[in-house]
């Protein structure tokens, strides 16, 4: 796809092609520059100025990206420091056997054998340079854990189904911050970014913040020696800009969709972002030269409305989870100088409904009346299940008493304010009551007989009378009383239970060297691309952690290819 096609949707050029570098007058210079400040912008930039290279790091906006406005998880194991600390015993081999299920072939065993291999040294790198990464253990499965907890099960290693295959070990590694900030699981990721922004910069990383990259600048071979972006011309334009911005972003946070009312401020906020991007038309083009090569890493395109209902349709219902500067933009540069594309249908949909446990030993069931999954498994396994499979429609069939089990399930410090939040306001406010199957069906619009031979089956696991085909432990299964029924909307487009989606498809890259590639699979000069802007380890199924993780690793893949081949 060209910036001529129709589903472009996208402010990006097409490339600028100069007969001499001569052509234009730069107005900067670097051994490296990258678009993009995330996660994996700060590790290239970091590696590159270890590695001897000058780096000029651009960013949009502030910097950060979806990493520092996530949970601040890095998915990690084969023994790394943290992982000792705490006596859990896992290793490389172990930690690819597991990753081999979730990743389905995304990326060469080779290559993910490397980003195991190469994770707990990550973690040590990462250490070097500020980042607290702790061993204190929450052992058992959960969305995310209480605040004091640094080290947990983010992914499905504790399901039955996948303990067959690799022995369970704690991998998501939280960025220390205090208890009372990580009350939370957003905006969090400054445990990781900050450290590495701030080593960074220490050893002399230059940067450009507010300024949004447009085009690609190729030579007549097609090497990429560069890049035309938009600044603002001064610092009270600049000021104004950012003033609307934080006024919408407040409005957005402090009124989510999920309350009452919240419309009147989303369209305030919407006035806000759309004056701030009227006072970005005054930006001026500047010409920057890229001496060794220039690094993707602007992340995925989930706030790119248009891009997701052509690519992934099935998704457009979901809650964009990242940051506006997901706009697919990387993805689209890449593109717009023969770079290939894979995998862009493919989304991860964050179904979690654990904490409280007690959902989760409930039913799950499609619009047939069926179940589709062991309950217990992670988040977003079950909503790219439900997605894909089921239309994204899915009910979470409880009982009475296992609603009362909630409530104390999410008492006081058992789980975090946002997760009690949700479990409450789905409570009070979200179920639907029946006192026989019957009459539940009639009130949820699911098929009858299907629910209800789909209960009398699933009590008879709860009796161990049966074994679940989907091998959920008896432990897990609560057995339901049929006379006093509750049912919660936990499709995809339910409106008291939003369920998070971000994309996972990107670019094709080298897997040795993260270099962009054509369609003929030839890697293009000059061009490399890591985390979300590129395929690998996190592009078929999300785990909690492994896209952060991927984003470390790729951008540290690229900054060393660079140094490697010049």
């Not at 690799?166 to 939370?184: D, L, N, T």
């Not at 339901?480 to 029924?485: I, M, P, R, V």
Request: charged share 20%; with cysteine.
């Amino acid at each position: 796809m060209t910036p001529e096609h129709s589903h472009w949707h996208s402010s990006i050029e097409a490339p600028l092609k100069l007969t001499s570098s001569q052509d234009i007058s730069w107005s900067n210079e670097a051994d490296m520059v990258v678009i993009g400040f995330g996660g994996a912008g700060v590790a290239a930039a970091l590696q590159s100025i270890e590695n001897g290279l000058s780096v000029l790091a651009i960013d949009r906006f502030e910097g950060g990206g979806a990493t520092k406005a996530s949970g601040g998880v890095i998915y990690a194991g084969g023994g790394t420091a943290a992982q000792k600390e705490a006596s859990i015993d896992d290793d490389p081999e172990n930690m690819f056997h597991y990753l081999k299920l979730e990743t389905q072939g995304i990326i060469s065993d080779e290559a993910l054998q490397d980003f195991c291999q190469k994770s707990a040294p990550t973690t040590d790198w990462l250490r070097a340079h500020g980042v607290d990464l702790r061993g204190t253990l929450w052992p058992e499965k959960t969305s995310y854990p209480a605040p004091q907890y640094f080290l947990y099960h983010s992914d499905n290693s504790l399901v039955p189904s996948y303990k067959k295959h690799a022995k369970p070990a704690a991998r998501g590694h939280r960025g220390y911050v205090p208890i009372k900030q990580g009350a939370k699981a957003t905006n969090l990721g400054g445990s990781i970014f900050d450290p590495l922004k701030t080593s960074a910069l220490s050893k002399g990383l230059n940067t450009l913040l507010f300024t949004e990259v447009r085009q690609l600048i190729i030579d007549e071979t097609g090497r990429v020696i560069g890049v035309k972006a938009l600044q603002f011309p001064n610092a009270e334009t600049l000021a104004n800009y950012k003033n609307l911005r934080q006024k919408a972003h407040k409005l957005l946070a402090m009124f989510p969709p999920i309350i009452p009312g919240s419309k009147f401020f989303f369209k305030k906020a919407m006035k806000h972002l759309k004056k701030a991007e009227d006072i970005a038309l005054q930006r001026k083009e500047i010409f920057i030269r890229a001496n060794k090569g220039v690094v993707l890493s602007a992340g995925g395109f989930v706030f790119n409305s248009k891009m997701v209902a052509h690519y992934a349709p099935k998704y457009k219902a979901g809650y964009p989870l990242g940051t506006d500067g997901d706009n697919g933009a990387g993805i689209r540069l890449g593109q717009s100088v023969g770079g290939a594309v894979d995998n862009m249908a493919r989304m991860t949909a964050w179904r979690f409904i654990n904490p409280p446990l007690s959902f989760a030993r409930g039913m799950i069931v499609n619009a047939q009346g069926k179940r589709f999954s062991d309950e217990m498994v992670y988040g977003a396994t079950l909503g790219v299940n439900m997605t894909e499979h089921h239309e994204g429609r899915a009910w979470l069939i409880l009982d009475k008493q296992l609603i009362k089990t909630a409530l104390d399930d999410v008492k006081g410090d058992k789980a975090l304010a946002f997760q009690r939040a949700l479990a409450k306001l789905n409570i009070y406010f979200g179920t639907k009551k029946a006192k026989s199957v019957q009459a539940l069906a009639a009130l949820i619009g699911v098929h009858p007989q299907g629910l209800h031979a789909e209960l009398t089956a699933y009590n008879r696991m709860a009796r161990g009378e049966i074994l679940d085909p989907f091998e959920k432990a008896q432990d897990d299964i609560a057995e339901l009383d049929e006379s006093a029924l509750v049912a919660i909307d936990i499709g995809l487009s339910a409106k008291l239970f939003p369920c998070p989606t971000l994309t996972l498809g990107g670019l094709k890259v080298n897997e040795a060297t993260g270099a962009v590639q054509n369609n003929m699979g030839q890697d293009i000069q000059g061009l490399y691309a890591a985390g979300r802007n590129a395929i690998g380890v996190a592009s078929w199924n999300y785990i909690s952690g492994l896209s952060i993780a991927d984003c470390i690793y790729s951008g540290r893949r690229a900054a060393n290819a660079i140094t490697q081949t010049h």
